[in-house]
């Protein structure tokens, strides 16, 4: 175990193993830090010491201990963008013995009322533009335990709780408690609330990826309601005592001025981030930063490319589930394309229905996969169900995911000769856009509201880049058409549809294959995709459908062909 002088003593720096031996959480993360007068949080123009930001969580962690109610589950939703309010939350769940739910604001109406009611909230701190959100939906949270954490009240009760020494609660000390219910979407449309315990924290924090250190300045665009930010940004920047520096919202504009602004060291992102940061005008600024690691998942190997011609840094991928238990990571000789290779010692293969190893891929000169019937399967860890803290109050979900000591993920994958594994989608029905997974079901739910739709079936195709895009395949009643302008106004009035939840293909069927049980029959459409006869429109971020010219065909054909994806 080694060490480093923060104010005049000694804070040990601790491997992952060292952290699992000693059953430290992230209240003791926290604590190291106590006296640390090392810049450890900057947001727009506001500054705090890490003494200051431990503070900060202390002084919290009194008023939730205050509010706490001892027949309810410590449940406390969060509903904010990325402020510091965010960050000193977790800090005071995690010294209180709290279990703080990341709020998904891109969620809306019923569903977003499910997901709170379903992780038994106590209490939610939010703030007016949260509260908005909120209004009119049953929540089975008191009207008084729902607390605007830019009113009066709540600064008054941070101002008037103040304490020293800090104190830690009981169950803070035990490394089972749970710390985080961080959403996620499976295919029957429920969302399941992934469970890490403040013991699971502290080892990611400790196992610091990046290998990240105290003269680092880490930037955080993602929301802190994704365990990307959590887990890959602000956990490794308290182990390490790097500075951790934020953005309420991701912004294409604000972000070299950001990097230059605060000597950003290091940034985490997820899916098509970087694509956006590359429809900025290019400026030689990009190379006078002092970037020097850049840590995500799910961008298009051309986007890396382009990233690292401009900013001079090679971005490093990841593949890793909400769940914690599978991790695969693009190596310097990952050929293009693939997610590189599992972590020494780490069991992933791609399993058949079966449970049997799938043989390994075959490509032929072109790279183009010739057995994926047979190569293409589940991924999963043959030793990662212990790692796998299961879903709350979702004992059939978290049975899904476990097979004796293995941990099945529900993506697809093949693996090749030289043991590099690729992605494939996923199994059922979910979509995955900018790392958020979501199901199809909720979104025919509320396109089955348009008038004269008689059946309507949404899955995902590749997108060009990455990820998935939102396709529906709808048919219309005998004699009704298809007005598109109507139908992209009804589809921004809905308020229950997610922020990524619009379809960006709309596929006009005289009728819908459909198996032979007369469920819809979606390996079909999925294989299909838009590469049809049928009448197809496309949407944009304003919810605005044209009909798809052969122009336009030929432009998607082409940008799939640029970024080397398939369109099926």
Known sequence: MHAESVAGHEVPRLTPAEVAERRLTFADLLLMRAEDEHPGLLFEDSRWTWREVVRECATRASVLSALRRPDRPFHVGVLLENVPEYIFLIGAAALAGATLIGINPTRRGAELASDIRGVDCDLILTDRAGLALLEGLYTAVDTDRVLLVDGSDWLNNVESAAVEPITVATEAGDPATRLL????????GAPKAVICTTGRLAALGAINYCSLTRAD????????????????CWAPSVFSGATFTMRRKFSVSG????????????F???GRSLAYLLTAPESPLERDTNLRLVFGTEAAPRDRDEFERRYGVRPIESYGSSEGAVVIGLTPDSPPHSLGRAPEGMGVEIHDANGRQCPRAVFDDKGALLNAGEAIGEIVNTTGAAMFEGYYRNDSATAERIDGGTYRSGDLGYRDEAG???FAGRSGDRIRIDSENFSAAPVERILARFPGVRLVAVYPVPDPRTGDRVMATIQMDDGA?????????FVAEQPDLGTKWAPRIVRIAT????????????????????????????????????????DALDDLRSEYELYGRAPN
Do not use: Q
Not at 181 to 188: D, P, R, Y
Not at 538 to 547: H, K
């Open 181 to 188: 219910l961080t959403f996620t979407s499976g295919s029957t």
């Open 217 to 232: 300045v880490t930037y955080n665009a993602m929301p802190l309601f994704h365990g990307n930010a959590i887990m890959a």
């Open 255 to 266: 972000f070299l001025p950001d990097v230059r602004r605060y000597g950003v060291t290091f």
């Open 268 to 270: 985490n992102y997820v």
């Open 420 to 422: 590099y594994f690729y």
């Open 481 to 489: 058409g298809f007005d598109p302008e109507a139908f992209g106004r």
């Open 511 to 550: 009728s819908i294959p459909v198996t032979a049980t007369r469920k819809i029959n979606k390996p079909v459409l999925r294989t299909e995709s838009w590469l049809v006869e049928d009448p197809l429109y496309l949407g944009d971020n304003e919810c605005r459908y044209v009909r798809a010219s052969p």
